[in-house]
């Protein structure tokens, strides 16, 4: 968790000492190298990959660090336990000549160091441990190093209960619960129908199953039965988590054949992974950031944010109103205004159904493939150095979805803006945003999101954050239940539009300390964009933060002391 006092770094160039010293130590066919990044007076950031220079997949990996009294703020792709590091549920498996990676930041000034590396598979005998060491585990049945990986993601967990992985009617492993979200990864050569079951004698307790991950592929299940083989509907919650508070089993097919057990052909393909982004940007740190005020940057930007979006000036329908006549001037004066300032531009938004140009809607569909292509090209050889982009924006159905991207590409339209903005946009974030992700719609955008996801080409979710507190006011465990549950896609998260409408200085403050702590500590996110800070020019009534004159709502006075700004 990073602490309410963290001072978050400014991006100028100054601020920073990059280092290249690296230390490397290996296990067999796995090495593992670690390079500090980033450091200054008081911390560091550090990457760690793991290469398999073997004939066969690694199928797990443990990294130990030393870290010389320092204490880790931050973690990403992976899991913490101590000083030990296990794999995210995405990067366990790396096939030979590949490698993977996860990344942290400390505070401490002292050098960090690798102690040790212990990987599974690669052509080297395979550890017998379990993946996610807070897990106890009691085998049924001879498991072996075998040719599948297989890993059962589990949340909502109570502990003190049995879950067990079924393959073609035969145990293979029994776990005993642990509390939390906890991955529980098993080795075998057994093939045939997946289930996973779970006994319950007291009949009160939940166990969510999130999904399964086969040899690097994950499924969902399809259907929930109780010990009496009925359909028991209090035992299932949907297509994407599964819920069990009875005696009963989780089907997932026949994985091992390549049959998928989701109601989505798309949960059949491989999920995606740090080494399947064919971009392999760098995301900036940990930023609190805001938007443009009125179409212009405030001289006291900088006093309150480290990261800038524009509000409408990076709209499509905003830069080229009329067909191949470009208005860059607004964008130019944020862009060079986040130069001068050593802070990231979140760019917003290339692909969307509202404030697109008029004109893309009556041409025809080749027209409109080379019109997209060209507005992305366009746009990132004008702002090559752009951070992160907001690619395409609510596509749900419900929402605003750029019909003219589908007319253009078909049905994987969504992926296919991705790929183009990777392939002119390489160093950038590219990020999938959408509203309700957070709340009523967050099943449906996941299904709908998954096969781009899996494409490797989308390296983040921005989640809206609008409307947290009405029509009904979420809980604090809601909210950070749905950050876990989209988390588990395996992407970094950003908070990419919050605000609070409410004129009322003292409900405004409560909501601001309600969610914001959530935000600011969950291991997924990686940045916070406030939509609008001053009263009065804010895109919805009651939201700002600030008057025009910098006197401070309790709420912004509240979040400065929270982030010692």
């Not at 809980?475 to 749905?482: G, L, M, T, Y």
Request: charged share 15%; hydrophobic share 35%.
């Amino acid at each position: 968790m990073r602490s309410p006092t963290q001072i978050k770094l400014f991006f100028a160039a100054a601020t920073l000492i990059c280092t290249s010293a690296a230390h490397a130590i290996t296990d067999g066919p796995g090495e593992a190298t670690l390079n500090v990044s980033n450091q200054w007076g008081s911390g560091y950031c550090a990457d760690v990959s793991i290469a398999n220079n073997g004939s066969a997949t690694i199928t797990n990996w443990t990294v130990d660090l030393s870290l010389n009294g320092s204490n880790i703020t931050n973690l990403w792709n992976g899991n913490l336990s101590g000083a030990s590091v296990t794999p995210a549920a995405h990067n366990a498996s790396i096939a030979p000549g590949s490698d993977t990676n996860f990344g942290f930041c400390a505070n401490g000034s002292a050098t960090p160091s690798l102690t040790s590396l212990e990987v599974q598979g690669g052509g080297s005998a395979s550890s017998s441990s379990s993946a996610n060491s807070s897990s106890s585990s009691s085998s049924s049945s001879s498991t072996g190093s075998g040719s599948h990986s297989i890993t059962v993601r589990m949340s909502g967990v109570t502990g003190d209960e049995s879950v067990s992985l079924e393959i073609a009617g035969q145990t293979i492993e029994t776990w005993t619960l642990s509390i939390g979200m906890l991955d529980y990864t098993v080795n075998t050569d057994a093939s045939g129908e997946l289930r996973v079951a779970f006994t319950n004698d007291s009949g009160d307790r939940d166990v969510q199953v999130d999904y399964v991950m086969v040899n690097n592929v994950t499924y969902q299940a399809e259907d929930q039965q109780d010990n009496t083989g009925a359909y028991d509907g209090e035992c299932g919650a949907g297509s994407y988590s599964e819920m069990l508070h009875c005696n009963g089993s989780i089907g997932f097919g026949n994985p091992f054949d390549g049959s998928s057990s989701s109601s989505s052909s798309s949960n059949s393909s491989s999920s995606s992974s740090s080494s399947s982004n064919n971009g392999n940007p760098e995301f900036p740190e940990f930023f609190v950031g805001n938007i443009t005020t009125n179409g212009s940057v405030r001289s006291d930007f900088t006093q309150y944010w480290d990261q800038i979006t524009p509000e409408n000036e990076g709209k499509w329908g905003s830069v080229e109103g009329t067909r191949d006549q470009y208005n860059w001037g607004p964008l130019d004066d944020i862009y060079d205004y986040a130069r001068a300032s050593g802070i990231p531009v979140k760019a917003h938004v290339l692909v969307w159904g509202s404030q697109r140009p008029s004109w893309i809607d009556g041409l025809s569909a080749a027209e409109q493939r080379a019109e997209i292509e060209e507005w992305i090209s366009d746009y990132c050889e004008r702002y090559p150095d752009t951070a992160m982009i907001d690619v395409v924006n609510e596509a749900l159905p419900s929402h605003a979805p750029a019909n003219y991207a589908a007319n253009a590409f078909g049905s994987d339209w969504i992926t296919e803006s991705f790929r183009l903005a990777r392939e002119h946009c390489p160093n950038a974030v590219l990020i999938y945003n959408d509203f309700n992700f957070l709340t009523w719609d967050t099943d449906a955008i996941i299904d709908m999101i998954r096969p781009a996801v899996n494409s490797g080409y989308v390296d983040a979710l921005g989640l809206q954050a609008h409307g947290l507190y009405n029509p009904r006011a979420w809980s604090a465990q809601e909210i950070e239940d749905k950050l876990d549950q989209i988390a588990a896609l395996g992407l970094p998260l950003y908070i990419s539009e919050y605000d609070i409408q409410e004129s009322n200085d003292q409900l405004q403050l409560e909501y601001m300390q309600r969610h914001f702590p959530i935000f600011y500590n969950h291991s997924d996110v990686v940045g916070i964009t406030l939509w609008g800070y001053v009263v009065g020019a804010t895109w919805r009534d009651g939201t700002g933060l600030i008057t025009s004159n910098g006197q401070q709502r309790p709420a912004m006075q509240w979040l400065m002391d929270y982030l010692n700004r």
